[in-house]
């Protein structure tokens, strides 16, 4: 069922600011109450397809007293597409609610 909202999801995990990877994947983790524990292999690959994109734009930093880490920001483009996809998951979600007989139309 995640297919093909990944990207959204990856989007949404930025809104607040930029992060690396590993702290993406714990964002997404805890926002879905443990149902997205995604691994690296999954988030990874969705967040170099959204900076190709120019949704996310990169950065290497390195933290005093930490390792070397690559930090995602979401991009003004990213940040509309991110609008655009909420909108469509809210029609997406009511029409499969309403065909699964748990709304109206």
Do not use: C
Request: charged fraction near 20%; glycine fraction near 12%; hydrophobic fraction near 40%.
């Amino acid at each position: 069922m995640l297919k093909g909202h990944l990207d959204a999801i990856v989007l949404a995990a930025l809104e607040a600011g930029p992060a690396h990877g590993y702290a993406i994947i714990e964002t997404i983790k805890q926002r879905s109450a443990g149902t997205f524990d995604l691994p690296e292999g999954t988030v990874y690959p969705a967040l170099h397809r959204l900076e190709q994109a120019g949704l996310l734009s990169s950065a290497w930093m390195t933290p005093p007293n930490g390792r070397r880490r690559r930090v995602y920001s979401l991009t003004k483009a990213g940040a509309s597409a991110l609008g655009e996809r909420r909108k469509a998951w809210g029609r997406f979600s009511q029409a499969v609610d309403t065909a699964l007989g748990g709304g109206r139309a």
